[in-house]
T-cell receptor, first 114, second 114 residues
Framework: DVKVTQSSRYLVKRTGEKVFLECVQD?????MFWYRQDPGLGLRLIYFSYDVKMKEKGDIPEGYSVSREKKERFSLILESASTNQTSMYLC?????????????FGSGTRLTVV | GEDVEQSLFLSVREGDSSVINCTYT??????LYWYKQEPGAGLQLLTYIFSNMDMKQDQRLTVLLNKKDKHLSLRIADTQTGDSAIYFCAESGDTTSGTYKYIFGTGTRLKVLA
């Protein structure tokens, strides 16, 4: 019954490494999102995609990029990981016009940058 | 800009009612949402309310919306230990691409005492 899958639950990377976080959804949704979650700050939108190869910056895109080559897969890329990117990363998907149905979230990837 | 605020913690005794409050700033939001996040998991849509409604009830959950004050609340009747989680309020906002984008609150951590 899993609908949004994030490839790793826990990840430890070194400062300066290039990091890929993968997200796959099996609901044929048009929209996909990447958020980071930090205590006391809630969820903040990094990037989202409304179609294959289309993307739009969220509220905190600095230090991140994304890739959506196929409809079902949305990747978040940390070009050069830094310790302030240690966080929980959540992927979500939704269907246009279904605002009342909300997002479907993955279980999250907890990234630690050392 | 858009902002959604919640108190960070709430503690209640098992069997009591819980009320989680949220204030938002974007009066044009069509839908407002409540999400639940259990430990180690992603967010799960609990319920939502359309902006022209004042109240919505769904079993033990009651959502109240005061548009004038931009105040949203979630009441959980007969709170159980399984209700212990983080609860996020969210409003929908439009993006330049027309995609629905949610603005999440900071989350309220509900602790239910046996």
């Amino acid at each position: 019954d899993v609908k949004v899958t994030q490839s790793s639950r826990y990840l430890v990377k070194r400062t300066g490494e290039k990091v890929f976080l993968e997200c796959v959804q099996d609901m044929d949704h048009e929209n996909m999102f990447w958020y980071r979650q930090d205590p006391g700050l809630g969820l903040r939108l990094i990037y989202f995609s409304y179609d294959v190869k289309m993307k739009e910056k969220g509220d905190i895109p600095e230090g991140y990029s994304v890739s959506r080559e196929k409809k079902e897969r949305f990747s978040l890329i940390l070009e050069s990981a830094s310790t302030n990117q240690t966080s929980m990363y959540l992927c979500a998907s939704s269907e246009p016009g279904s605002a009342n149905y909300g997002y479907t979230f993955g279980s999250g990837t907890r990234l630690t940058v050392v | 800009g858009e902002d959604v605020e919640q108190s960070l913690f709430l503690s209640v005794r098992e069997g009591d009612s819980s009320v989680i409050n949220c204030t938002y700033t974007d009066s044009s939001s069509t839908y407002l949402y409540w999400y639940k996040q259990e430990p180690g998991a992603g967010l799960q849509l609990l319920t939502y309310i359309f902006s022209n409604m004042d109240m919505k009830q769904d079993q033990r959950l009651t959502v109240l919306l005061n548009k004038k004050d931009k105040h949203l609340s979630l009441r959980i009747a007969d709170t159980q230990t399984g209700d212990s989680a983080i609860y996020f309020c969210a409003e929908s906002g439009d993006t330049t691409s027309g995609t629905y984008k949610y603005i999440f609150g900071t989350g309220t951590r509900l602790k239910v005492l046996a």
